[in-house]
């Protein structure tokens, strides 16, 4: 039987780093050599792999959508000679990626999974084994056709995935969708659906930086604050409201939110609770944003909010077009 191939794509962060008098630094050609001499990556039940380490290695507090474009180019540059893909990230902003690489990576016949750790891999108690080893395990032998992203024995779908433990090993949760596969002693689907290669042609949608702001509602925030923002140079605004969508009835930032609205920005009201999704037509305060042109993010997380709308904006649309197509389930990022 022909063991699968997988790409390793180490773009920087934890764990490829190395212990030195000024804490964890990056070094090039460091984690190559950590999993080569490692004899469990290199057992006949484990795929070969070939690793590519970026140069310069990225910090994930560094990543930008110039970053997203680099490693879904890559991934396509390599498309043909791999069976699956395994992208290592620093932690801090995987989620982003993950989300990011879900959309522009259309097409997707081969699975891409995004992972990393919390202790390099060459260190004492590191999970980086556990989650590197799996995730080309998994690759090779569980299929799944979309972009995921494996931390502490789950696998999770890319764009549902979040940040939620800053230093814990379970470094991140999937609030509004079942994992799609969970390693223990065997591996258990749940929302994963293997898919069996097939020759089609992937395609890359190139995204380019665009101007969104986020902002978070608290109680007594600034209207005037908020007006800056909306007369910012933005094309969309994330609005994290209050429980299942609700905002202050103030009439000024009512205002300011349907003057921002006409005037064409995209306002996409998700809720600031870890669960659950937003219902503008539940409370009257949240109705009152739906008649101000704000649209429901639904149960979108904020990175998958966030890298749907450099998505979009990216590409020659309409803005009733991207108004639209953000209230739709383009990746499985949102249930409706």
């Known amino acids: 039987m022909n063991r699968k191939r997988i790409y390793i794509a180490y773009t920087g962060g934890t764990i490829g780093m190395k212990q030195s008098s000024r804490g964890y630094v990056p070094v090039a050609g460091y984690l190559t050599k950590t999993v080569v001499q490692n004899a469990e990556f290199t057992r006949d039940e484990m795929p070969l792999f070939d690793i590519h380490e970026y140069c310069p290695l990225i910090d994930s507090s560094d990543m930008s959508p110039s970053h997203w474009q680099l490693i879904a180019d890559d991934i396509k540059s390599k498309y043909h000679d791999y069976d699956g893909f395994v992208v290592l990230h620093g932690t801090d902003t995987m989620a982003y990626t993950a989300s990011a690489l879900s959309f522009m990576l259309e097409n997707l016949t081969k699975p891409v999974i995004v992972t990393g750790s919390q202790i390099p891999l060459s260190q004492l108690r590191s999970d980086g084994q556990v989650n590197l080893l799996n995730a080309m395990y998994l690759a090779a032998n569980y299929p799944i056709a979309e972009v995921s992203l494996f931390f502490n024995n789950q696998l999770f779908r890319g764009n549902r995935a979040t ?3 800053a230093d814990g090993f379970d470094a991140f949760a999937s609030p509004n969708l079942p994992p799609l596969a969970q390693s223990g002693i065997n591996i258990q689907l749940i929302e994963g659906r293997l898919s069996p290669y097939v020759d089609q042609a992937l395609r890359v949608t190139p ?3 665009q101007p969104i702001g986020v902002l978070y509602l608290y109680p007594g925030i600034s209207v005037e604050m908020i007006k800056t ?6 094309k969309a605004l994330i609005l994290l409201s209050f429980g299942v969508g609700n905002a202050p009835q103030d009439p000024d930032f009512l205002t300011a939110l349907k003057n921002a609205c006409d005037r064409g920005i995209v306002i996409v009201n998700l809720t600031q609770c870890i669960k659950g999704q937003v219902n503008m ?5 949240g109705n009152a944003l739906l008649n101000c042109g704000v649209i429901s993010g639904y149960d979108m997380t904020v990175e998958a909010c966030l890298t749907k709308l450099h998505y979009l904006f990216s590409q020659n649309l309409e803005l009733e077009t991207i108004r639209h197509l953000m209230q739709d389930n383009l990746r499985g990022e949102l249930s409706r």
């Open 163 to 165: 940040k939620a433990h």
């Open 207 to 209: 995204i380019t930086p």
């Open 229 to 234: 923002l909306l007369n910012s140079d933005i």
């Open 281 to 285: 037509g539940g409370y009257a305060t």
